[in-house]
């Protein structure tokens, strides 16, 4: 079956610009994290999404945003861009989390965001 | 607050070595690690581990749980130049979410 999808995959932005990010989960999976990966910092975890809902979120600015449609495809948001944005953004997807059962993550390509 | 520390950062062997990676974590609610290999870009998924004591393998790779002390490794026997990568544990818990908190990952270099 297709995995995880991102698109696109690179874009370069000027500061104060804002930008959209896509992800198509795995046929099934309804939960749907973010995750922004540099070489300073590795992963660290900006939202999960389920069933349209945010289910949890980082520490992240609020200039990060989110929302997940009914298909489960999900889409982040970053408002006035600014170049320690930069970075390689990742999407998982999960079946999701019933008490006792767990299940692992699956990652997209991601997308890398350059700042200029 | 909660994190995973890997160890050691970097590593560089020759092929035919065996590796062992660490990872340590203190996390509320645990109920899972998990082991990632990154090449390029998306993480490769490896093993899950929920249960102390038992080992998870997968041809050359092997892992293994200590809920008590609180620790996994990750080893890897007759290493390849294929396995040159960064392998990131990722710990899994506090609720309901599927949210993972990550190491900043072991990169290995695997020499010819």
């Known amino acids: 079956k297709a995995g995880v999808t991102q698109t696109p995959r690179y874009l370069i932005k000027t500061r104060g610009q804002q930008v959209t990010l896509s992800c198509s989960p795995i046929s099934g999976h309804r939960s749907v994290s973010w995750y922004q990966q540099t070489p300073g910092q590795g992963l660290q975890f900006l939202f999960e999404y389920f069933s349209e809902t945010q289910r949890n979120k980082g520490n992240f600015p609020g200039r990060f945003s989110g929302r997940q449609f009914s298909n489960s495809r999900s889409e982040m948001n970053v408002s006035t861009l600014e170049l320690g944005d930069s970075a390689l953004y990742l999407c998982a997807s999960s079946l999701v989390y019933r008490g006792g059962i767990d299940t692992e993550a699956f990652f997209g390509q991601g997308t890398r965001l350059t700042v200029v | 607050e909660d994190k995973v520390v890997q160890s050691p950062l970097s590593l560089v062997v020759h092929e035919g070595d065996t590796v062992t990676l660490n990872c340590s974590y203190e996390v509320t609610n ?83």
């Open chain 2, 30 to 112: 645990f109920r899972s690690l998990l082991w990632y290999k990154q090449e390029k870009k998306a993480p490769t998924f490896l093993f899950m581990l929920t249960s102390s004591g038992i080992e998870k393998k997968s041809g050359r790779l092997s892992s293994i749980l200590d809920k008590k002390e609180l620790f996994s490794i990750l080893n890897i026997t007759a290493t390849q130049t294929g396995d040159s990568a960064i392998y990131l544990c990722a710990v899994g818990g506090g609720g309901a979410t599927n949210k993972l908190i990550f190491g900043t990952g072991t990169l290995l270099a695997v020499q010819p």
